[in-house]
């Protein structure tokens, strides 16, 4: 399964102290086992759940997600 | 289609325990009543054992029980119906070819509630391999 969503949420969090997948999860109004799954690449997430992620972390959404797939 | 236990005396079918109760009204001069009848105790027999199924998960994993539901599982769940959706279409119109080829009421009911539980457990094993492997859009 192709995973052409590209994420920084491990390191972002790395940054913010640690932070845990349960502390995000609760800030983006979702369970840890999604944060989890957006984390692996396992799932694309919402536009709105990705722009609440990217608001925790306090950088733009390109900063946070990147589009790796073919070009359009 | 044998196997779906066609002698419509048997009480030892695949289904047989969920058709117990409308065993008992085979000989309703109505065949609309009992097929109807095998259809609705079929049903609430699957949702009975879902519900126990669910109470078994609750009990093993309280705090996942506890969790409310967010974007990915809606997303899990349609997908997977989707795909139960599929089967219990193909069995329908397999069923319903088998008909027209002479198969049995008896058995055409057999097949129908099997369609059920087999959509049913298509529908969970869906979930259980979008949530293990992933569910990319």
Known sequence: ?72 | MDFLCSDPDSRTGVLGSVLQIPLSLRNAPLGLFFTAALLIVGAIGITVLEIAAHIIAAIAAPADAMTPIDERDRYVAAKAKGFAFLVLSAVVFITIAGLLQGMTSWSACQALVLAFVVGELVRYGAEIVYYRYGCLK
Do not use: H, W
């Not at chain 1, 502390?23 to 086992?33: F, N, P, S, W």
């Open chain 1, 1 to 72: 399964m192709t995973r052409p969503v590209a994420n920084q949420i491990r390191r972002f969090r790395f940054e913010r102290d640690e932070m845990t997948q349960q502390e995000l999860a609760d800030r983006i109004g979702v369970t840890r086992q999604t944060v989890n799954a957006i984390e692996l690449g396992k799932y694309s997430p919402s536009l709105e759940v990705a722009f609440r992620i990217a608001l925790v972390f306090g950088v733009p959404l390109e900063e946070v997600f990147e589009y790796t797939g073919e070009r359009p």
